[in-house]
């Protein structure tokens, strides 16, 4: 095992490696850009097969009957409509009735004035398909639409609106936003590389081993999503790069900080690399495989858009221990000591593992750790309070950071028109049974009017109008209550959809997401740290700071969006998320450390163990951090409110998580409980300082940080 790690650090071997990877490199290079052809942004495309909505529709295509996307073209002034305003309308929808006479079958539609006669609106049926071609003939076809009902002054407004505009301006919003990921996330890697290594040639190394990295693993994610049919969004390729820039760094800042510190302790550059890769790819593996643990159990998700956030994840951090592990090696030993110019690290200097910010954080833990990790816990379960203002009822009206042009006309609709004009749902029972359908959903809470709207196949396809605001709490309890009463009517094997059924739907599938694998993650990570520090105590532990810290990021960030972002609720996927990032990212870094203190505790015992780590790691901690918390930063530069609440709240948790949980709250907790920590296994040295202070054998740096925490 020792021989595979130390491979790359082979004199010969390096090399061969080196050709390899710029093979790898050259080959993905043109391959990248074929990953976002074939993302799938369509909410139905999220649901299982087995979700009611998406049955619905599954049917109504079987039946060739669907009511398709439709697109509401409204008109609005605010000072009242005038009889040639009344006339454009009526031209420009005889118009579109003969530009789309394939889904119109040459009937203008009906135009309906608002009672108030300021504004007015008609249905144009588009493609009645939901798969992805479809998609961007609606696109298309609302930007034909939009060409022919321009305005002709400023006071006359005309949008675009309905399930068809608000799909049409979401694809068209996502255009450039894969380059615009890209670039601010090299960007920022790339200058806060430059701040922490303030060397002219470093920060080139771990960017240029990263961005190789990513070309590989869209590569990878596209080659699985084309051979097994798997659904691909564009998040999760949104989420694949900022991961993977920001796992990638984290890894090739521990790799390289081990690296400087053997430097000093072997002449032979080679060697040195050797011990870093022994010493340190264990911890990078443990943490890599902590995080691939995490979005494994995400393909155990109903949804496909949660299953697609899995298999980026997992893709994007193999890819980035691979890469870190024996690409960055070789690049480093191609290069030799002069890589760190103008810091370079001579045989024989001394290792920063004593003074410093870190060392005195440690001496000042140490000195009343009940106290601090009691306070910092305090302050946490007080941060977690924002968690009891928080709901996940975002509407489609609300899910772009700006209003777009069919984000105003929906709002047109529900201030001048009455609920159900522009959206229905539809229900498909057995036609025998459709009469006492009609007459159930009829009778039924919040029901307008109800229709038979077809009959095929002995199906038939009721139309229902709610007299709800469309994607609102009271629609949603209408539709639920709808799906209740035609599910009691016995032999009509009735399913209800429409497109406010299928929000309804992924929310429901969000729920039953997060309750199966919130638990199974936890699990998970707490099996993988039992084998990896041999202990019980800090396992539990360290789960349990950072489900705390989970806790209090997700708590604020509720707080920010409605205060201060003003955003009116938070998406139904956020807390699944958000935790399987937060808890596997937070776990990392305590894997960090406490691998570390482990190693140490072994020489120098527990409490000594924590101050030498905490100082040794603390700086390349608090900069992957830093820089992770970067790269899920550029998620909020994005148009949809889901992914800015994703971003902030992973940048914000893994800042709390590095700067409080890791410097702080952990190892104050350690040094609390001592030598226990390890439990049921048990180390080789006592703890205390007394050991330290009378042992001849026990290097400076001990004594430096006992007198520390003595003043």
Request: no cysteine.
């Amino acid at each position: 095992m020792r021989s595979v790690l130390e491979a790359p650090a082979g004199r010969r071997l390096k090399w061969v490696l080196l050709v390899a990877w710029l093979a790898i490199a050259v080959f993905a290079g043109p391959m990248v850009g074929k990953l976002f052809s074939i993302t799938d942004d369509a909410f139905l495309s999220y649901l299982p097969s087995s979700a009611e909505s998406t049955e619905v529709e599954e049917t109504k295509e079987d039946l060739a009957f669907s009511t398709g996307q439709r697109a509401a073209v409204v008109y609005l002034r605010e000072d009242g409509l005038t009889t040639q305003d009344r006339q454009l309308a009526e031209r420009q929808a005889n118009e579109l009735t003969q530009r789309f006479s394939n889904y119109t079958d040459g009937q203008p539609p009906r135009i309906v004035p608002s009672a108030d006669g300021k504004a007015l609106t008609y249905l144009i049926v588009l493609s009645s398909s939901n798969d992805s071609d479809v998609d961007e003939r609606v696109v298309e076809d609302v930007g034909l639409i939009r060409d022919v009902v321009q305005q002709p002054d400023q006071d006359l407004r005309v949008y675009v609106a309905g399930p068809a505009g608000v799909l049409a301006d979401q694809q068209e919003s996502f255009a450039g936003l894969d380059m615009q990921v890209l670039l601010i996330t090299l960007i920022a890697v790339a200058v806060l590389l430059l701040l922490i290594y303030r060397s002219a040639f470093l920060w080139l190394v771990p960017l240029l081993v990263v961005a190789i990295a990513a070309e590989v693993a869209q590569v990878v994610v596209y080659w699985i999503a084309s051979a097994t049919g798997a659904t691909i969004t564009s998040a999760s390729v949104f989420i694949l790069i900022v991961l993977l820039y920001g796992a990638a760094t984290d890894y090739a800042l521990l790799l390289i900080s081990r690296y400087r510190e053997e430097l000093r302790q072997h002449p032979d550059v080679h060697d040195a690399m050797r011990a870093a890769l022994r010493r340190a790819v264990p911890t990078i593996a443990a943490s890599g495989g902590t995080v691939a643990a995490a979005m494994l159990l995400l393909l155990l998700a109903d949804l496909t858009s949660n299953r697609a956030l899995g298999i980026a994840g997992i893709v994007g951090i193999g890819t980035a221990v691979v890469t870190v592990t024996t690409l960055l090696p070789v690049v480093l030993l191609a290069v030799g000591r002069r890589v760190f110019w103008p810091f370079i690290p001579a045989y024989g200097s001394k290792p920063r593992t004593s003074g410093g910010v870190w060392a005195k954080i440690g001496a000042a833990v140490d000195r009343r750790p009940r106290r601090i990790w009691i306070t910092t816990g305090v302050v946490l379960g007080i941060m977690t309070i924002g968690l009891t203002s928080m709901n996940t009822d975002l509407r489609e009206n609300d899910a772009f950071v700006e209003p777009l042009g069919s984000t105003h006309g929906q709002q047109v609709l529900q201030d001048h028109f009455p609920p159900g004009l522009t959206r229905s749902t539809d229900v498909i029972v057995e036609q025998d049974k459709a009469e006492e359908a009609l007459r159930v959903a009829n009778a039924g809470a919040g029901v307008l009017r109800a229709d038979i709207a077809g009959q095929s196949q002995g199906k038939a396809v009721l139309d229902i109008r709610l007299d709800a605001t469309p994607d609102s709490a009271e629609e949603q309890g209408y539709i639920s209550a709808l799906r209740d009463d035609m599910h009691a009517i016995e032999g009509a094997d009735a399913k209800v959809g429409g497109h406010s059924a299928i929000y309804l739907d992924i929310a429901e599938h969000n729920s039953k997401d997060a309750a199966l694998i919130i638990p199974l993650v936890l699990l998970a990570v707490l099996l993988i740290l039992v084998l990896l520090l041999r202990s019980i105590v800090a396992p539990l532990m360290l789960v349990g700071t950072v489900v705390l810290s989970y806790g209090a990021a997700l708590g604020v960030s509720a707080l920010v969006f409605s205060e201060i972002f003003g955003f009116p609720g938070a998406d139904s996927s956020l807390p699944l998320q958000a935790f399987v990032f937060l808890v596997a990212l937070g776990v990392d870094y305590n894997i960090f450390l406490m691998s570390r203190v482990r190693e140490e505790s072994w020489h120098h015992g527990t409490r000594m163990g924590v101050l030498r780590g905490l100082s040794a790691t603390g700086g390349v901690i608090t900069s992957a951090g830093v820089v992770l918390a970067a790269t899920f930063a550029v998620l909020t530069s994005l148009p949809l409110v889901a992914w800015v609440q994703l971003g902030f709240v992973v940048a914000f948790g893994v800042l709390l998580d590095t700067l409080i949980v890791r410097s702080v709250l952990v190892p104050a907790l350690t040094v609390d409980i001592g030598e226990r920590v390890w439990w049921p296994w048990r180390l080789g040295r006592g703890n205390g300082l007394a050991g330290v202070r009378g042992n001849s054998a026990a290097t400076q740096a001990d004594r430096d940080v006992v007198g520390m925490r003595q003043k």
